[in-house]
């Protein structure tokens, strides 16, 4: 393992660490596994800070592939995200059934060269429906700005789609 992965696995566990700590008392806090781009697939923690506003942190993977045009290989995601929620209350949660997520997303590619991190910002819209008090699913989509095009590994366009989908657990 490199100097450089220990250390963001380092940074991500004291992330987590912090943004955990008060929720297992307060009960505003959430665990969410999901599939996205360009979260890829991802497990995260949400916290509620205000009464309609939550914050997210995430860590995704994605395995290597290959394809005859190319490929990639290991990707390795984090994200934090601001949700701003509006719209009608649905039975099961006191949360506004729509909501606005702004966040930020940097994804490495082995052998995650910190150099090469590709980062991007995120703007979407979306909708979370809870079958219990416990369980919900979550849908969005919108558009992902590529914050450095010319120093990232992927060498995307400035602008691309974002999408995604999460099952998540309140505790």
Request: glycine content about 10%; charged content about 20%; proline content about 4%.
């Amino acid at each position: 393992m490199t100097k450089t992965l220990r250390l963001n696995i380092l940074l991500l566990v004291a992330l987590l660490s912090m943004v955990s700590y008060p929720v297992s008392g307060q009960k505003k806090g959430e665990i969410s596994l999901g599939m996205g781009y360009p979260e890829l697939a991802n497990l995260g923690i949400k916290y509620r800070l205000f009464d309609q506003i939550r914050t997210a942190v995430t860590i995704g993977w994605l395995p290597e592939a290959s394809f005859n045009r190319g490929g990639w290989d290991d990707l390795l995601s984090f994200s934090g995200d601001l949700y701003f929620h509006f719209g009608r209350t649905y039975h099961y949660s006191d949360l506004r059934l729509f909501y606005v997520r702004v966040g930020l997303n940097a994804i490495m590619q082995k052998p995650f060269p910190r150099e090469e991190t590709w980062w991007n910002s995120t703007w979407r819209v979306g909708g979370e429906i809870y079958s219990s008090k416990k369980i919900g699913v979550t849908i969005d989509g919108g558009v992902i700005y590529n914050l450095n095009p010319e120093t990232n590994w992927a060498h995307m366009e400035r602008l691309m789609p974002a999408f995604g989908t999460t099952v998540v657990y309140r505790f």
